[in-house]
């Protein structure tokens, strides 16, 4: 505890006091533009990746950065997705895996949850990625199919986002993208799934552009026509 202590005192003796004008507007709002669903695990800091300010990321962490389907388990992730959507009003949701993951491992190794059933109840959400990876024909080495497995329950876990009503509705009216990524630690570089191509590309921050993983919004123009009328 004391080395959570001392950091709390270096935050409190050198950060607080130049950002305190930004926590005081934040004392009893936010209004974050990004939903950041990620692992639990220790080496992802979404602020710190991202340069965030407070007030910027509403972030939700679990094991294998999972959403269970709509109806399937009611979650903490599924209620912090509603409440983001429908009260915050985020505007994009990232849900983002990670290189080396533990859980993307232990899928490729079920005997290791064995002695952890809480675990392993909960990575049945991941089932879609090993069925997935269970039909790419190639023999790929652990280490190829460990990325691919953590690239398919990315797309997977995406799957799960559209099924939530909430999400759905928002996509559908163009006011809100749904992006899925891969960080990878050690080389500091984020690939994200591009739906039109099918498949993870790097994602390239001179160039700006982020690959889409959304569905066009299908009646935004008729929403505005009955709007307008
Ligand atoms: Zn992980």
Known sequence: MKRLIEGFE???RDVFPVQREVFRQLADK???HTLFITCADSRIMPEMI???QPGELFVYRNIGNIVPPYAQHVSGVVAAIEYAVKVLKVKNIVICGHSDCGAM???MNPAALVDKPSVQAWLKHA???SYVIAEYGAAMTP???LRR????????QLEHLRTLPAVAAAIATGNLGIHGWVYDIEHAEISAFDAQAGKFVTLDPQSGEVPEATPHARFLNSVSTA???
């Open 50 to 52: 991202f340069s965030a």
């Open 105 to 107: 491992k232990a899928l």
């Open 10 to 12: 270096l935050f409190r």
């Open 227 to 229: 709007n307008a009328a």
């Open 127 to 129: 089932d879609v990625a």
């Open 30 to 32: 936010q209004s974050p």
């Open 149 to 156: 497995l953590t690239e398919e329950n990315v797309v997977g």
């Open 143 to 145: 280490l190829e199919t």
